[in-house]
């Protein structure tokens, strides 16, 4: 018979020792690469639908314009291409009708530009003093922008109309003499171009607004306190606190007046932009070559042409802008 020692040994329960605890094995940690690996890919994945939208609804687009304009391609054959290599550009720059839509469309531009933003400017700063009914007053600030190009353009053309318009019933009460708004090339421009004044200038001026409310107020007073008036404190505390803000507007506003398309497209309904031409921008020169006579190579190439155009204005904004604030910090 075997003693009890090796059966006590063989059996701890018997000898009333406690169970060994029962644990899950560990997995293995996972190495430092793999565990930064979705940490890295999550902003990607989550900026993805926007780059996807963008090459398909922009640089595919832009490239496959570019394509087009060194093509001789009509609208009745779309699918039929002849090439041309820059054959486009060329009689693009050889057509005068383009350099009087560069020309309206600058001329337009800076009718429509400076006003707007001097404007949009002034009625910031009499809105960031404190007046009653100021949201009432930025709010209505914003009717017209978001009155549609349509409805605007249709009521501006009634405006200014010839023999029942009412700019030239109040001229006519100052003894002023009817002025042709439709047909004449200075006064055709100034009627459009206070078209896009009326509905960008409340949008313009809430930008302002909102870029001098981020001015410390400690600047105003240190100002008052050294007796400058309300007009040097915004010269030299509201301005320099804009400038980036001035520039933004600047570009958009530019960017804006380089593909001005509405406007002057339902002020008389004409794509030509008047009889003689006064007032066709590059946006309705463009409409006309490839809708109206068909040549979709052209009006590629014009797109082009506008593209570079806005390019280099925007660069030379924003030189401008960095020249002066080099010059302004090394003083």
């Given at each position: 018979?075997?003693?009890?020692?090796?059966?006590?040994?063989?059996?701890?329960?018997?000898?009333?020792?406690?169970?060994?605890?029962l644990?899950?094995?560990?997995?293995?940690?996972?190495?430092?690469?793999?565990?930064?690996?979705?940490?890295?890919?999550?902003?990607?994945?989550?900026?993805?639908?926007?780059?996807?939208?963008?090459?398909?609804?922009?640089?595919?687009?832009?490239?496959?314009?570019?394509?087009?304009?060194?093509?001789?391609?009509?609208?009745?054959?779309?699918?039929?291409?002849?090439?041309?290599?820059?054959?486009?550009?060329?009689?693009?720059f050889?057509?005068?009708?383009?350099?009087?839509?560069l020309?309206?469309?600058?001329?337009?531009?800076?009718?429509?530009?400076v006003?707007?933003?001097?404007?949009?400017?002034g009625?910031?700063?009499?809105?960031?003093?404190?007046?009653?009914?100021?949201?009432?007053?930025?709010?209505?600030?914003?009717?017209?922008?978001?009155?549609s190009v349509?409805?605007?353009?249709l009521?501006?053309?009634?405006?200014?109309?010839?023999?029942?318009?009412?700019?030239?019933?109040?001229?006519?009460?100052?003894?002023?003499h009817?002025?042709?708004?439709?047909?004449?090339?200075?006064?055709s421009?100034?009627?459009?171009?206070?078209?896009?004044?009326?509905?960008?200038?409340?949008?313009?001026?809430?930008?302002?607004?909102?870029?001098?409310?981020?001015?410390?107020?400690?600047?105003?007073?240190?100002?008052?306190v050294?007796?400058?008036?309300?007009?040097?404190q915004?010269?030299?505390?509201?301005?320099p606190?804009?400038?980036?803000?001035?520039?933004?507007?600047?570009?958009?506003?530019?960017?804006?007046?380089?593909?001005?398309?509405?406007e002057?497209?339902l002020?008389?309904?004409?794509?030509?932009?008047?009889i003689?031409h006064?007032?066709?921008?590059?946006g309705?020169?463009?409409?006309?070559?490839?809708?109206?006579?068909?040549?979709?190579?052209?009006a590629?190439?014009?797109?082009?042409?506008?593209?570079?155009?806005?390019?280099?204005?925007?660069?030379?904004?924003?030189?401008?802008a960095?020249?002066?604030?080099?010059?302004?910090?090394?003083?």
């Open positions: 018979m075997p003693s009890a020692e090796p059966l006590a040994r063989k059996s701890p329960k018997a000898a009333g020792a406690p169970p060994a605890p644990t899950a094995p560990v997995p293995p940690e996972p190495s430092p690469r793999r565990r930064g690996r979705p940490a890295a890919v999550s902003p990607y994945a989550f900026l993805a639908p926007f780059f996807t939208l963008f090459a398909a609804f922009g640089i595919f687009p832009l490239l496959y314009t570019a394509y087009v304009s060194l093509y001789r391609a009509e609208l009745q054959t779309p699918g039929e291409l002849e090439w041309r290599g820059l054959g486009n550009y060329t009689a693009l050889a057509d005068p009708f383009f350099w009087t839509a020309r309206n469309t600058f001329t337009i531009g800076v009718l429509s530009t006003p707007q933003l001097l404007m949009a400017l009625l910031a700063h009499v809105l960031n003093y404190r007046l009653r009914g100021r949201t009432f007053f930025r709010t209505a600030l914003l009717l017209p922008y978001a009155t349509a409805a605007a353009s009521i501006f053309a009634q405006l200014f109309g010839h023999d029942f318009g009412l700019i030239n019933r109040l001229l006519d009460l100052v003894g002023v009817p002025v042709d708004w439709q047909n004449g090339t200075v006064a421009q100034i009627a459009v171009s206070s078209i896009v004044v009326w509905r960008w200038t409340g949008y313009n001026a809430l930008i302002y607004l909102a870029g001098m409310q981020t001015i410390p107020a400690e600047l105003y007073e240190a100002a008052e050294d007796g400058a008036s309300r007009w040097r915004f010269l030299h505390v509201t301005l606190g804009l400038r980036p803000t001035i520039v933004f507007t600047s570009v958009v506003s530019t960017i804006g007046a380089t593909q001005l398309f509405g002057p497209l002020f008389e309904g004409s794509v030509s932009g008047g003689s006064q007032y066709q921008t590059l309705l020169y463009m409409y006309e070559q490839g809708w109206g006579f068909f040549h979709l190579g052209r590629a190439a014009i797109a082009w042409v506008m593209f570079l155009l806005i390019a280099v204005l925007v660069g030379a904004n924003a030189w401008a960095r020249r002066r604030s080099l010059k302004e910090a090394g003083r």
